[in-house]
């Protein structure tokens, strides 16, 4: 069974810092590129950050560039997205998604339920 489970959400106030894990199980984490997407209330889910299978390549949303670090540890099934220098324009729910390419060329995703990241003073 693949299972997707985001931690580290929560209240932080403007200016602060979180990191979100997102631990993976059920299928071959180390051949999955791995993002992060959030979606805020009214919008659109947008991709936040992302990561190749091999931890050799990442890419962000320019929102967050500067700000935000993905990594993950293949080791553990485990992706990370740290988080510092928050804004209120950063809460949403943050979603882990987990994607790879099959043999007849379709992409096959996971994702994860959410967690929820408020920053507010």
């Known amino acids: 069974q693949v299972q997707l489970v985001e931690s580290g959400g929560g209240l932080v106030q403007p200016g602060g810092s979180l990191r979100l894990s997102c631990a993976a199980s059920?299928?071959?984490?180390?051949?999955?590129?791995m993002s992060w997407y959030r979606q805020a209330p009214g919008k659109e889910r947008e991709l936040v950050a992302g990561?190749?299978?091999?931890?050799?390549?990442?890419n962000y949303a320019d929102s967050v560039k500067g700000r935000f670090t993905i990594s993950r540890d293949n080791a553990k099934n485990t992706v990370f997205l740290q988080m510092s220098s928050l804004k209120p324009e950063d809460t949403a729910v943050y979603y882990c998604?987990?994607?790879?390419?099959?043999?007849?060329?379709?992409?096959?995703?996971?994702w994860g339920q959410g967690t929820q990241l408020t920053v507010s003073s």
């Open positions: 059920g299928f071959t984490f180390s051949t999955y590129a």
């Open positions: 990561i190749t299978a091999t931890g050799g390549s990442t």
């Open positions: 998604n987990a994607r790879t390419l099959t043999g007849d060329w379709r992409f096959n995703d996971y």
